[in-house]
């Protein structure tokens, strides 16, 4: 009987492959290495000392369903009315055993309602089929990114041991980002599941799995918007012929009630440059024309991944930083879902977030958050993040930094165009594209920041007025520092100017900055900064923190003495 379960199990490892892939990932930006351009100074970072431990911040939470007041100072816009909703993870631990890594924790959803001036606050855990089952069985039983759930205790020796030959199940803990379809609002992480929410009471309504509607095994956390609501996603696929990463359309409206993915489909499949060792990717760019894919050299191995559980490991010891690639950027025109020709390659680098992309005289301009060191998910242990004194030293300082990067992709490059020579004609960046002896494009990036950026840490979570400036040129985008390894500060850069504006409050983790503009502007930066900033400090309050864009000030903020976990995204919706 085993040798029959083994032959079977091996012989449909392409069939279940993507199945198990599909359960792999709950995965947020992870800050890398400095090291700059070729043609520019390396940069040397100083060491961080002493840094304070944030333990408390990365510890298991009580909900708080029942809503609550929060004590206002200073002042909210009263034209400022909507809802706050940040998601992440806030549970640890179920019984005896415990998550080793930050993004496998069960999401606790967040909601800051603002009316008129005043702020209230809620809190529920995700009712996710992974939360019952772990809560009902008091323990851990549907692996997570960083941890692998072991075989039932209750089980004699050879049914733990047949156990690692069968399915996992697949983990519909989405705790990542709150998206939209079709005008309702989802949970999503990576996986093939999304779940359904109500944004005004935080009650799951349905669970929905990307690929009863499409041939992928999950999609990212990070949709892009067309003007008219469509939405763009991409969403990876195994077979027996090896890896796609597959541009999506999503319908912008329902054609019948009830309706979730119905109607979106697959417009354009980029084959993977190794065909067991597809990229991982977080995000991608999107222009009014044009979808930008970056395969980059963080790669996962589909072998280990596939074996993990017969090998005792969790998924993510299959992703590995594999420098010897470099990065690859792919175009796709929207409209007809056709792959450009352009072959578009730079040093290896990772990006977790783009910022923006648009296009200028014949070509795609993309700005990301950069590292040249794709090295360090595993310091995202929860081990590493709650440690203190020395040890905390020692691993913030291990720790890559991110940097807004941009690069051109000229769009038409003839058979005749010049070797070794730039290709860009945009005179206001300093970004190069050379076309190589064997067609290929090099492409050179250009620093969109001053050395004050350096001493932040970093930036990363990067957000933009959306709504107006997204697929166009733009000025200004915001997000956090990393002076520590979670944010510290806010951060508005002026990506033509190159200068920066910063908000800190020592002692205080800012969360991903929200921009909402006033009603009736067309100013890029007219509007507000909302963000959840946290202590771990118990005496303190944490509190919704409200800045003007333009000066960066702060306007007020709204105090709740709610203890809460960092999280990772969140969004603003107008009531």
């Known amino acids: 009987m085993f040798f029959q379960n083994f032959l079977r199990f091996f012989s449909n490892l392409s069939a279940i492959a993507g199945d198990i892939l599909s359960v792999i990932v709950h995965r947020i930006p992870v800050l890398k290495k400095y090291v700059r351009n070729s043609h520019q100074k390396e940069v040397v970072f100083s060491k961080q000392k002493n840094l304070p431990c944030i333990a408390p911040l990365l510890t298991t939470v009580e909900e708080t369903p029942q809503i609550i007041s929060a004590r206002v100072q200073g002042r909210f816009p009263k034209w400022l009315n909507g809802y706050l909703l ?113 944004i005004e009471t935080l009650e799951k309504t349905e669970k929905v799995d990307w690929s009863k509607f499409i041939a992928v095994n999950g999609a990212t956390a990070h949709p892009h918007y067309d003007p008219d609501g469509t939405a763009y996603n991409m969403g990876n696929s195994y077979g027996p012929h090896g890896s796609c990463y597959n541009v999506i359309r999503v319908p912008p409206e329902k054609e019948e009630l009830g309706e979730t993915m119905h109607g979106a489909h697959v417009i354009c499949s980029i084959v993977s440059t190794e065909r067991m060792k597809p990229s991982y990717y977080h995000s991608f760019g999107m222009t009014k024309n044009y979808i930008i894919f970056i395969e980059q050299p963080l790669k996962m191995n589909l072998w280990k991944i596939i074996t993990s559980k017969i090998r005792g490991k969790a998924f993510s010891d299959g992703i590995s930083w594999e420098p010897q690639y470099n990065t690859r950027f792919h175009v796709v025109d929207k409209h007809t879902g056709q792959l450009l020709p352009g072959m578009y390659y730079s040093k290896p680098f990772v990006t977790f977030h783009q910022i923006n992309a648009f296009e200028d005289q014949g070509c795609v301009v993309i700005d990301l958050c950069c590292q040249d060191d794709g090295r360090n998910l595993e310091v995202y242990q929860l081990q590493n993040l709650r440690k203190a004194g020395k040890g905390l030293d020692q691993v913030y300082n291990s720790v890559a930094r991110s940097f807004p990067r941009r690069f051109v992709l000229p769009l038409h490059v003839s058979l005749n165009a010049p070797e070794s020579e730039n290709l860009s004609p945009l005179s206001y960046s300093s970004a190069s594209a050379v076309k190589q002896a064997d067609g290929k494009i090099w492409c050179s990036y250009e620093n969109l920041y001053p050395e004050d950026l350096e001493e932040e840490g970093g930036v990363e979570f990067p957000q933009i007025n959306y709504g107006q400036f997204s697929g166009k040129k733009y000025h200004f985008f915001y997000g956090c520092g990393f002076r520590h390894l979670v944010g510290d500060s806010l951060i508005k850069v002026d990506v033509v100017n190159k200068t920066l504006k910063v908000w800190r409050e020592v002692g205080f983790y800012p969360s991903e900055p929200v921009f909402v503009p006033v009603p009736g502007t067309s100013e890029e930066d007219g509007g507000v900064i909302l963000s959840v900033v946290i202590t771990p400090n118990q005496n303190e309050s944490n509190f919704l923190l409200v800045l003007d864009a333009k000066n960066f000030e702060e306007l007020g903020r709204a105090e709740v003495p709610v203890q809460m976990p960092y999280g990772f995204h969140g969004s603003f919706v107008t009531i």
């Not at 998601?87 to 415990?98: L, M, Q, S, T, V």
């Not at 709150?178 to 599941?193: A, L, M, P, Q």
Request: hydrophobic share 35%; proline share 4%.
């Open 86 to 198: 940040r998601i992440g993870p806030g549970k640890f631990e179920f019984g005896k055993d415990r998550y080793n890594h930050w993004f496998d924790g069960m999401a606790l959803l967040h909601q800051f309602k603002m009316e008129k001036g005043t702020v209230t606050y809620r809190s529920k855990f995700l009712q996710s089929d992974t939360y019952k089952a772990n809560s009902a069985r008091d323990r851990i039983v549907i692996s997570e990114f960083g941890t692998l759930a072991f075989p039932d205790p209750c089980k004699n020796v050879f049914e733990r041991f047949m156990s690692k030959f069968e399915l996992p199940a697949m983990t519909d803990n989405t705790n990542v980002n709150y998206v939209r379809y079709k005008g309702d609002y989802y949970i999503s992480t990576e996986t093939n599941f999304m779940n359904k929410v109500d």
